[in-house]
C-alpha cells in the first residue's frame, strides 16, 4: 500500500505533522509502536486515576491578542481555537538557589524586577540582554551552533545569575549535559519568560485528544500497535517501511519523530549510522503523588519550583542512580482555574545515570525504585510539613520507564545532543521531526511536525 507520507510515531510532532499534511489532501499514514498517544507527552490511567507523563507545562502560554506568538501561529496552522487545548495560565513559579530566589510568572515584569532585587549590579546588563533576546531569530534553521554558557558569560558576567537562569531552561529543554545551543536557550527563554507557562484543567490528555480528533477529522489515517522494524532504502534513497508484522507499505516521504539515532539505526545502513557521541544520555527519574488535599489550601501555592540546594548547578548524568543536588517540584493544582481538583498532585524530578539504572537486576530495580521515593517523601515535606501523611498513591518512572515507551536510548528526554534543525537526513525522502529536529516543549513539538511538513512535503508542492 503506498502512502503520501507515512509518519512513525503518533507524538505531538507526529501528529502535527500528519494534521497539516492531510489538510493539503496527502494520504497520509501514523503507525505508533505503542497503544497511547503523545509520545513523550501522554497520560494513562491508575487507580483509576489519570497520571500525565512528561507535562510539567505547557510553555509559550500568550495573550490571545499576541498573534505572532508561537501558540498563535500553531492555532493558525492546525486550525485550531484556544478552547480546544484549554490552557489556564500559572500562578507563580520560582528558581530557588541556597542563597538566592527568584519568582516569575506569565507576566514577565515580575521576573525583571526581582534579578534587579537580587543582582542589581547586573540589573541593566540583563535588561540590555533581554532586549537582544526579543529581537533574536530563533526559528533559522541555519544558525551554527554556539555555546550558551560561553555567550551568558559574556553578556551577563554574574556566576550565580548565569545558573540560576539555566537551571529551568536546561531542566526543561537541554539534551547537552552542562551547556547547551545559544538558538535553543533563546527559544526556551522566551517560551519559559517572556511567554509563560499553562496547563489544561484535565491535563495533557486534552490536548492529545484535540489533536487525534483534528487528524481523524481531516482524513489521516492511524495505526496503534504497528512498530517500524526497519525503514527500507536503496542506495540511499528512502522507499518504504516494514512492521513488526512483516508487512511492507511505501510511501513518497517518511517523517520519524522516534529520535535521529534511533531512525537511523531502522535503516541498517552503516554507512548512514550515527557516531556515539549523538546518542542522548540526559535522563531523569520522576517521583509521583496524588494527595488528598490540593497543595495550596496545605500551604504550598507555587506551580513550579526550580532548585538546586548544592553551591554549583550542575546538569549532566550523574555517577550515582539520581542526582538529589537539584531538580523541579511541580503541583499541577497550582495554576489559574484548577479549584475544581480535589485531590493533590505533587511530582519531582532529578537528574539521572541511564548507566546506572539499565545495570540494575529487577529486584535491585524495585529497590532503588523504593529509595527514590523515599527521597520523594522528603522533599514532599520538606514543602508541605507532614505532606507524606496526605498521600493516597505514588506512581514513578526512570530511563527504562522512557526507553520502554519512547524507545529512546539510554531514555535520553530530549534526544541526541546534535539537532537537525532542517529535519535532513543522509537519506533521501527520510526526515526527522520532534525533540531531534530541536524545537523544544509541547508547543515546539508541534511546530516542529508543523515546519517540516511544510518544509519537506508542501512548499514543493
Known amino acids: 500500500m503506498h502512502y503520501d507520507a507515512i509518519i512513525i510515531g503518533a507524538s505531538m510532532s507526529g501528529l502535527a505533522a500528519g494534521i497539516r499534511l492531510a489538510y493539503f489532501d496527502k494520504r497520509v499514514l501514523i503507525l505508533e509502536r505503542h497503544y497511547a498517544y503523545g509520545g513523550l507527552n501522554s497520560y494513562y490511567r491508575l487507580d483509576g486515576r489519570d497520571f500525565d507523563v512528561g507535562l510539567h507545562a505547557v510553555t509559550n502560554f500568550c495573550n490571545p491578542t499576541d498573534r505572532s506568538a508561537p501558540l498563535s501561529k500553531l492555532l493558525r ?3 485550531l481555537t484556544r478552547d480546544d487545548f484549554d490552557l489556564r495560565p500559572q500562578r507563580y513559579s520560582q528558581i530557588k538557589f541556597p542563597d538566592k ?32 533576546l526579543r529581537e533574536f531569530n530563533d526559528t533559522d534553521l541555519s544558525k551554527p551552533y554556539v555555546s550558551a554558557r560561553k555567550t551568558l558569560e559574556e553578556r551577563l558576567g554574574d556566576p550565580l545569575l548565569i545558573e540560576m537562569l ?31 507557562f499553562g496547563r489544561p484543567p484535565d491535563g495533557v490528555r486534552k490536548i492529545i485528544k ?45 517523517f520519524s519523530s522516534a529520535g535521529y539515532v534511533e531512525t537511523m539505526a531502522l535503516c541498517g545502513d552503516e554507512t548512514t549510522q550515527p557516531s556515539p557521541d549523538e546518542t542522548g544520555a540526559v535522563s531523569f527519574v520522576e517521583s509521583i503523588a496524588i494527595l488528598d488535599t490540593p497543595p495550596a489550601k496545605l500551604g504550598h501555592d507555587a506551580t513550579i519550583v526550580f532548585f538546586n540546594d548544592s553551591e554549583t548547578f550542575t546538569y549532566a548524568p550523574p555517577n550515582d542512580l539520581v542526582d538529589l543536588r537539584s531538580g523541579v517540584v511541580c503541583c499541577p493544582n497550582n495554576y489559574e482555574d484548577h479549584e475544581h481538583l480535589t485531590e493533590g498532585i505533587f511530582r519531582v524530578t532529578w537528574l539521572a545515570s541511564p548507566t546506572a539504572w539499565f545495570a540494575l537486576s529487577e529486584p535491585a530495580y524495585r529497590e532503588a525504585k523504593a529509595r527514590c521515593n523515599e527521597h520523594f517523601r522528603n522533599v ?8 507524606r501523611d496526605r ?17 529512546h536510548r539510554n531514555g535520553a528526554v530530549y534526544g541526541s545532543p546534535k539537532k537537525r534543525r532542517d529535519g535532513c537526513t543522509p537519506v533521501e525522502s527520510l526526515y526527522i521531526c520532534g525533540t531531534d529536529q530541536g524545537f523544544l516543549g509541547i508547543v515546539g513539538a508541534m511546530l516542529s511536525g508543523i515546519t517540516v511538513a511544510n518544509l519537506h512535503v508542501l512548499s514543493k508542492a
Not at 547547551?180 to 519559559?192: A, E, G, I
Open 101 to 132: 530566589r527568584l519568582r516569575f510568572s506569565n507576566d514577565f515584569a515580575l521576573l525583571e524586577e526581582q534579578v534587579a532585587s537580587e543582582f542589581p549590579e547586573s540589573a541593566e546588563r540583563f535588561r540590555k540582554f533581554v532586549a537582544d
Open 166 to 196: 539555566l537551571c529551568p531552561i536546561m531542566y526543561y529543554g537541554s539534551a547537552e549535559p552542562h551547556d547547551m545551543d545559544f538558538t535553543q536557550f533563546v527559544t526556551m527563554f522566551k517560551s519559559l519568560f517572556l511567554e509563560g
Open 210 to 254: 484535540a489533536l487525534v480528533k483534528k487528524y481523524r477529522a481531516v482524513g489521516g489515517e492511524i495505526r496503534m500497535n504497528s512498530g517500524v522494524a526497519k525503514i527500507d532504502t536503496n542506495r540511499g534513497c528512502m522507499r518504504g517501511v516494514t512492521l513488526d508484522n512483516g508487512e511492507t507499505l511505501t510511501a513518497d516521504v517518511v
Open 77 to 79: 496552522q492546525l486550525r
Open 380 to 387: 514532599l515535606d520538606s514543602y508541605i510539613p507532614g505532606g
Open 391 to 407: 498521600i493516597v498513591c505514588t506512581d514513578m518512572f526512570t530511563p527504562l520507564t522512557i526507553q520502554r515507551f519512547t524507545g
